[in-house]
């Protein structure tokens, strides 16, 4: 079903107004031997009922296990709110706010956003959002480039205890423009940065530092001790944070000894991060959205739309898209990124759960995962052979060592529908077998101990044979 | 009709040029262009020490529709750029020629090319519609 | 649709006040122990602090403040506002969908992993193109990719000096941005007087420097490149590659394809052509399809099959990929929903699709001429698109296609893209779609008709549109020079609310 509305009589009193005989006309420019006769390798239409049937039963193969990965993509509760008002149709079906006077709802709603996401990270200005966290690092690299105007070698420090996935991507997305990012080891027994990984670089010309907080393990970094040490060598720094911890933890705008502009210190110049934990869905990683804010000095080198208020005809205060100048459909070659669709939708979703969350809420959120992944890695390190691998603060997941492979456990694991955390050992094999854990507050003391006992059993058959 | 003024020399890419009496070179951009750009919102001169080749980008003038590079008409040294643009880029539409000055400098050597103001004049008049 | 605005959602807040059904039981201590003091926040950060239903009220009444295709005619061109099925969206989002972890193992991942490895298939199919990675995610995203497939390419086989993407004039913004993006330089070719390119300043341009060049077919002047296989042959010819830019693909699913063009890469824009949701501006998803010469380099991962089993290819099995352009694989909701809708209109449905979407335009380009409107390209076939020019009546009587387009907002149309292309003056892009009928369509007509009528009578009417939305023009000028991006507490704030 192809949704199209036409009656025989339509078409033929359309067909004679344009002056042809048959719709095959209207191709009549494109060279017959590119015409094709039908399509081979496209299968048969299928009803509504039809694929219904064929969409239920695959997701019923998939299944619904308890889940306790982490590693970028977090479970939190969504009230059902969050989505029925994102599905309405003027929300879901609606285009691209260009035309503003049509399109005050959506502008309306991106300036709440921007505001909320730029108090979060206190910051002073934020965009409409780019694609995800990873190309967000990525593109926060290339505007750090650009806005460190004292710095020419294009540099970008990144420790290796930011997510592998967002170094590699950013490699992708930034490579090609003459980027050079250096990875900084990390200490394996506290899983950070340690003290004097930056030490080689002093004196160097280095353009960026990418702080990512939480870091990849949960852990949490030194962040003011490595925001001073950048600013006092003229060197921008990206926070890349998790926004659920932002209500606990010092937002990227204050960090620095001094705590920021707030007391006289300076913060982080550009901060951004993943979104999705904000009332998006888990759905197989996307999509999500990514959320960049900045120091107002920066704000004409970001990329991707910005909503500003401005006054109507009428002296009304009115919402539209501003900075254009800077995009892809008027700067072309020169502009500071080629995006032009970003994840509308999914910011629609995070603006109503932040609404619904409040600061009381997102802190409950925050604390409840922290206190629900403590329970659990507490419990977990209570059995024999599993260890906690870092000593220091975390956030809401943490490393444990195993005493055998973790494929195996896994799987074993996954076999009673029990997903029990992220194998460590493709990205960071100089930890031995390791798992990373997640528990937020989804989980219950019964789906933990359900966790538990599980992996009991595993062990302890491994051990018997 | 735009406003092409006689003692000064102009580039291909809408830049005018003035002697100034201590030698050194002052540049903005036409009335042509700034009346093809619109109203300006925001415009970035270069810091002064700055050193320029002929030819080379030295300022981005920025109007809701349309962002520019300016470009500069000769080689030199920046010696300074307008303070007054930060707080008023709408002092290019309505003073092109004085008060909307982009940056001075003072010239190292060789100037691209440089039309007189009946060469630019021609030039607009073929542009236009 | 609604005219009355709504304050922003801080002016409802009280302190204390907050949807606390939804939040978590207390954790007490145990939240925030071990937790040291200098890595605590202090203040807290300024979120909304109203009710569930406020909270349900302010954003239902800011959605009554939108123009959306479940409201509105939408004729963008360029965009492709077709009708969002419902049911692409409800089946997408089945509970089982949304609850899979991105790294979960693929065991717990074989019903969605059918559903991609499939679309994979299908988009082959009605590409003409060997192999699809789905990971972009947005057209933009796969100009990205596929321009930087190029490049590798050519670096692969020791070829450096290759760095020049050649665009037509015509091209969407997006075009050079990306070759930029990817270390390239921007070579541009002018369109001669009937749309197509020059092909003569293409010989003329091409050399041992094409990287290769950016098409669109049909052209971003909504009519058919009819020297393609030309085109193709001249950049083959010095050694360059085809990057076939996906956007206009509905007006010819169905009846050509790019890989029989002879483009060697293409990105499909899946919220366009396949009806996925425009949400208010994204999530998109621009999947790329190669041919042989470029499959070692597309971006991972891959839906991969091994007998009955689907597994993901990644950097292990593609050495050469250009790498990761996401966090995980890319935008799955987006792929579900369009895979869902390629399912409902099968290989029949596809053809329909152009077929209908070229009529609609045709008939409205006959229909507007009659009207006493200027196509752009008159001696042309419409594609799915057809562009008019005002420029005639900007210049007698004062009206531009601006103003028509925001006048057309007072008759409950959206208006047709006018910002592109920026070759043809005074122009709307006018994209009617296979979705909307002929009914629809001549009430587009007769709106154009009254407000040319009203630009000849009273042309304040329509200099001075819109009448009758929430707003009226905006001061964009303002918007950038007093810069308003945040909301302020009241005091701070920059600019007076009028009631």
């Not at chain 3, 993407?165 to 002018?190: F, K, L, S, Y």
């Not at chain 3, 103003?403 to 043809?424: C, E, I, Q, S, W």
């Not at chain 3, 154009?448 to 001061?475: F, N, Q, S």
Request: charge should be negative; proline fraction near 6%.
């Amino acid at each position: 079903m192809a949704f199209i509305p036409h009656t025989r009589e339509d078409v033929e009193s359309m067909l004679a107004a344009i002056g042809v005989a048959g719709i095959e006309q209207l191709f009549d420019e494109i060279p017959a031997n590119l015409r094709l006769a039908g399509l081979a390798g496209v299968p048969e239409a299928l009803s509504e009922m039809e694929v219904g049937r064929l969409m239920v039963e695959r997701a019923r193969l998939d299944g619904r296990p308890l889940c306790f990965i982490g590693a970028g993509a977090y479970e939190h509760h969504i009230p059902a709110a969050v989505w029925a008002i994102t599905t309405r149709g003027e929300f879901y079906s609606a285009y691209t706010p260009y035309q503003a006077e049509a399109s005050q709802g959506t502008l309306q709603l991106l300036y709440e956003y921007q505001t909320m996401m730029a108090s979060l990270t206190a910051m002073e200005v934020s965009n409409a959002s780019l694609y995800d966290g990873a190309s967000a690092m990525g593109e926060a690299c290339l505007m750090a480039v650009r806005a460190n105007r004292r710095s020419r070698s294009r540099r970008i420090l990144v420790p290796t205890t930011v997510h592998p996935h967002y170094r590699t991507t950013a490699r992708a997305v930034a490579g090609n423009q003459g980027l050079v990012f250096e990875e900084l080891p990390y200490c394996t027994e506290e899983g950070c940065i340690p003290a004097g990984a930056l030490d080689r670089y002093d004196g160097e010309d280095i353009t960026a530092l990418v702080i990512q907080q939480p870091n990849f393990f949960g852990r949490l970094e030194d962040v003011d001790a490595l925001c001073d040490w950048a600013h006092a060598r003229n060197i921008l720094v990206v926070a890349v944070v998790n926004p659920t911890s932002l209500a606990l933890l010092k937002p990227p705008g204050e960090w620095g000894a001094q705590g920021g502009v707030n007391k006289g210190g300076k913060g982080a110049d550009i901060a951004v991060g993943e979104g999705q934990a904000l009332g998006v869905p888990l759905s197989s990683g996307g999509p999500y959205f990514g959320f960049m804010t900045a120091r107002m000095e920066h704000v004409r080198q970001m990329p991707g739309r910005i909503v500003g208020r401005t006054l109507d005809a009428a002296g009304r205060a009115g919402f539209t898209l501003t900075l254009q100048a800077r995009e892809q459909h008027i700067r072309r070659a020169k502009a500071t990124s080629n995006i032009c669709t970003n994840q509308g939708l999914l910011v629609t979703a995070a603006t109503v759960y932040l609404s619904l969350m409040g600061p009381a809420g997102l802190e409950r959120v925050a604390a409840a995962a922290r206190a629900r992944t403590r329970e659990l890695v507490g419990a977990l390190t209570r059995l024999p052979g599993v260890r906690r691998l870092f000593r220091g603060p975390a956030f809401h997941e943490e490393a444990i060592g195993l005493d055998r492979a973790a494929a195996p456990v896994l799987e074993k694991l996954a076999a009673r529908g029990i997903l029990g955390g992220l194998d460590l050992s493709e990205h960071y094999p100089e930890l031995g077998p390791a798992l990373l854990v997640c528990a937020t507050e989804t989980k219950t003391s019964a789906d933990m101990e359900c966790y538990v006992s599980a992996l009991a059993d595993c062990l302890r058959e491994a051990r018997a044979a | 009709m735009s406003n092409v003024p006689s003692d000064l020399k102009y580039t291909k890419t809408h830049e005018w040029l003035r002697t100034l009496p201590d030698g050194t070179v002052e540049v903005g951009i036409t009335d042509h262009a700034q009346h093809a750009l619109g109203d300006l919102v925001f415009v970035e001169v270069p810091d002064t020490g700055r050193k320029l080749s002929a030819g080379e980008p030295f300022a981005v003038v920025e109007s809701v529709k349309a962002a520019s590079d300016v470009y500069s008409p000769i080689a030199g040294e920046v010696t300074a750029g307008n303070p007054g643009l930060a707080a008023q880029p709408e002092a290019i539409n309505s003073d092109a020629y004085g008060k909307g000055w982009l940056m001075r400098l003072r010239p190292s050597g060789a100037a691209a090319a440089l039309l007189s103001p009946a060469e630019y004049e021609k030039l607009i008049a073929e542009e236009g519609d | 649709m609604s005219t009355r605005l709504e304050k922003p959602i801080f002016e409802y807040s009280v302190p204390g006040r907050g949807a606390e059904d939804q939040w978590p039981r207390d954790p007490g201590a145990a939240g925030t122990e071990d937790l040291p003091a200098a890595m605590r926040r202090a203040r807290r950060p300024l979120l909304p602090e109203v009710s569930e239903l406020e909270a349900v009220r302010h954003f239902t009444r800011l959605s009554q403040l939108n123009f959306s295709i479940d409201t509105h005619f939408y004729p963008l061109g360029s965009c492709t506002m077709k009708y969002n099925p419902k049911a692409c969206n409800s089946l997408a989002m089945l509970p089982e969908f949304l609850a899979r972890h991105p790294l979960a193992p693929e065991s717990a991942g074989q019903g969605l992993l059918a559903c991609l490895y499939e679309l994979q298939e299908m988009l082959k199919a009605v590409t003409g193109m060997q192999a699809v990675s789905l990971t972009p995610m947005a057209g933009a995203q796969g100009e990205f990719a596929g321009v930087a497939m190029i490049r590798a390419y050519h670096r692969a086989r020791g070829d450096l000096e290759r760095n020049e993407i050649i665009v037509p004039e015509a091209a969407h913004g997006t075009n050079p941005a990306t070759a930029t993006m990817c270390g390239c330089t921007v070579r541009e070719v002018p369109v001669d007087a009937d749309g197509d390119v020059d092909l003569e300043a293409l010989k003329a341009v091409v050399g041992p420097k094409t990287a290769g060049i950016m098409l669109t077919n049909p052209s971003t002047l909504g009519v058919f490149e009819r020297r393609i296989e030309e085109v193709a042959r001249t950049v083959h010819g010095a050694g360059g590659l085809l990057y076939y830019d996906g956007a206009n693909l509905n007006a010819i699913l169905g009846k050509v394809r790019p890989g029989d063009m002879g483009f060697d890469v293409i990105h499909v824009n899946l919220h366009k052509t396949f009806s996925t949701p425009h949400g208010g501006g994204g999530p998109g998803a621009g999947p790329v399809g190669v041919g042989a010469r470029l499959s070692p380099f597309l971006p991972v991962p891959i839906v991969g099959r091994r007998g009955e089993r689907y597994c993901w290819l990644t950097e292990r099995d593609l050495p050469q990929s250009i790498g990761r352009l996401s966090g995980f694989m890319g935008n799955a909701g987006v792929l579900l929903r369009a895979y869902i809708y390629m399912r409902m209109l099968g290989r029949e449905g596809m053809s329909k699709v152009s077929e209908y979407a070229t009529l609609n335009a045709n008939y409205l380009l006959a229909q507007l001429t009659r009207a006493g409107f200027d196509a752009a390209y008159p001696k042309r076939r419409a594609s799915h698109e057809l562009i008019i020019t005002l420029k005639r009546q900007a210049k007698e009587l004062g009206v531009t296609a601006m103003d028509f387009a925001k006048r057309l907002l007072d008759h409950g149309m959206h208006a047709p893209t006018t910002y592109f292309p920026l070759l043809v003056p005074e122009c709307l892009l006018i994209e009617p779609t296979e979705t909307e009928s002929k009914a629809a369509l001549d009430a587009f007509v007769a709106a154009m008709r009254a407000i040319l009528t009203e630009a000849a009578k009273e042309p304040e009417r329509v200099t001075g549109a819109p009448h009758t939305m929430p707003v009226r023009r905006l001061d964009d000028v303002r918007a950038a020079k007093q810069l308003d991006l945040t909301w302020k507490p009241i005091g701070a704030h920059a600019i007076p609310a009028k009631p």
